[in-house]
């Protein structure tokens, strides 16, 4: 094997691809990068749950494969200074050259390295722009839960059809939902699990592209984008029919500044304790909306800030990191905080972006 490309070419689909790769110490073939020169240079990797495809132009001498650590190739990559680099095999291993540097890389038996999965044929394409699913899937995932105890509130669900994508996720305690346009004529619905959203994400902000190929079956889906193929297993289950916990109507409306919000909750934090817990007070009558804090060890705080209010007095507690979270995916000045009553949810949505909403469950006490 020999091939001749650009350095930061590869670097970047090296990075790409180790985020990828599997940690388990009986498998160390997981933890490799798959090198596989023909017309041009595959690279793959997989943690038997999700794998990684990148396609890489270069000079082709001689074709070949090799499976080499993929840390150790990460951190030749960038300690490399040339613009150009080499890769050929030499007994059996890797040599990695460049203006004056010679690295040779171990390599581990190739022939144990996973066979990437495939979405069965004929399940319909759906394309979408790529800053349009990123900006989905980051305005909910932090509301996942980061356990797969219950898979479907591990998940983030994805449903595309009428003309445009809606991310959903929850963990049972506060609920985020984003709606985007798109333009497609095949319906989709993806339950894809927080890690592989979180993996997805951080591809879809790294590759050079305007849209993005979906394609699933009842096991598994397939993101294709320029020279990149990504592949991860979805969830096989049914996603809570949320609707039905979101208020139709409110008791109590507050409409304020996004960041004076923001830096209310951020003094609160500081008063908050352990079980950071925020109170918040709205009197309209008395045109009053404020948050309470206090811990034992560091004191108490109020704090209020100019609002426009409507309904009934209300005194409500939450957990402070809950309110916190979504603001910034909410792409407006000002905000809504709908009460739909005391024990019952609020929800926060942008006052001229009707996109996205967000519902929080207050705390019991």
């Known amino acids: 094997m020999r091939i001749t490309t650009t350095k930061q070419k590869i670097l970047d689909a090296v990075l790409l691809a180790e ?25 793959r990797a997989t943690n038997l749950e999700a794998g990684i495809e990148i396609s890489i132009q270069g000079e082709v001498e001689e074709s070949g494969i090799i499976a080499v650590p993929a840390v150790v190739l990460s951190q030749t990559l960038r300690s490399i200074s040339g613009d150009r680099v080499t890769f050929k095999t030499e007994e059996g291993n890797l040599v990695i050259t460049s203006r004056g540097t010679r690295t040779l890389i171990k390599a581990i038996p190739h022939e144990e390295f996973p066979k990437l999965s495939t979405v069965k044929k004929n399940t319909g394409t759906v394309t979408v722009s790529k800053e349009e699913l990123l900006f989905g899937l980051q305005s909910v995932s932090y509301a996942a839960s980061p356990s797969m105890i219950r898979p479907e509130l591990g998940s ?3 449903s595309i059809k009428q003309g445009k994508i809606i991310c959903v996720a929850t963990d049972s305690f506060r609920l985020a939902e984003k709606s985007i346009p798109a333009a497609s004529k095949y319906d989709m619905e993806l339950l894809i699990p927080l ?20 394609s ?21 289950g049914n996603f809570p029919n949320y ?10 409306e507050v ?7 923001s830096e209310m909750l951020r003094k609160a ?34 704090d209020s800030i100019d609002a426009a209010l409507s309904g009934e007095d209300i005194d409500i507690n939450f957990h ?11 792409h407006s000045d000002s905000i809504v905080l709908g009460f739909a009553g005391v024990g019952r949810p609020l929800v926060i949505r942008g006052v001229s972006d009707g996109s996205f909403m967000y519902l929080v469950m207050p705390l019991n006490r």
């Open 156 to 158: 983030v669900f994805v």
């Open 216 to 236: 699933a079956d009842e096991s598994q889906m397939s993101l294709s984008g320029g020279d990149a193929q990504y592949i991860s297993r979805v969830v096989e």
């Open 269 to 302: 934090r500081v008063f908050s304790g352990a079980d950071q817990h925020v109170g918040l007070h709205v009197y309209p009558a008395k045109k009053i909306f404020s948050a309470t804090a206090r811990s034992s060890e560091v004191g108490e705080m109020s």
């Open 255 to 261: 409409t304020i500044l996004k960041n004076d919000f």
């Open 243 to 252: 609707k039905e916990i979101v208020p139709k109507e409110f008791v109590t």
């Open 19 to 43: 985020r990828i790769t599997g940690k388990k110490e009986s498998l160390p073939i997981l933890s490799c990068i798959l090198f596989e020169v023909g017309k041009d240079l595959t690279i």
């Open 195 to 214: 890690k592989h959203a979180q993996e997805i994400t951080y591809l879809l902000e790294h590759v050079s592209v305007e849209t993005i190929d979906i």
């Open 320 to 330: 402070i990191g809950y309110l916190g979270d979504c603001l910034s995916s909410v």
